[in-house]
């Protein structure tokens, strides 16, 4: 394995991962999936692809079923840095893009509390 792979390795294949929770509840009950949360997932997909930041080494967008963060919805959690994230709309989204995914920097006015949970 050249030095390349081996660091890649130790760091992961990502550098990060949001995952936004799509679930949807089939008995009525609140749930991301009814405050656009497949739009918010769509649209960062399309806006880490335009900032150039998808791929090995980079960035990636991931679906999740129920996170049980639900009284916060839509929710969207990055990893390695394990921050949770609402959202409202596409400038929202933006955003964490650019602030968060690009450049390593919290978009703190969007975090979800810690005592936000199902």
Not at 89 to 115: A, F, M, Q, T, Y
Request: charged share 30%.
């Amino acid at each position: 394995m050249s030095d390349t792979q081996n660091q890649a390795n130790a760091d992961g294949y990502y550098q990060r991962h949001i995952f936004f929770c799509l679930n949807e509840r089939p008995n009525g009950e609140d749930c991301c999936a009814l405050h656009g949360a497949k739009a918010g997932f769509d649209h960062c997909k399309r806006r880490v692809k335009e900032e150039g930041l998808a791929g090995k080494g980079q960035v990636r967008v991931n679906k999740a079923g129920c996170l049980d963060r639900c009284a916060g919805g839509p929710v969207a959690v990055v990893y390695p840095e394990a921050v949770w994230y609402t959202f409202i709309d596409d400038s929202d989204i933006d955003e964490i893009v650019e602030s968060h995914l690009k450049n390593g920097k919290v978009v703190e006015r969007l975090v979800l509390p810690d005592n936000v949970g199902r």
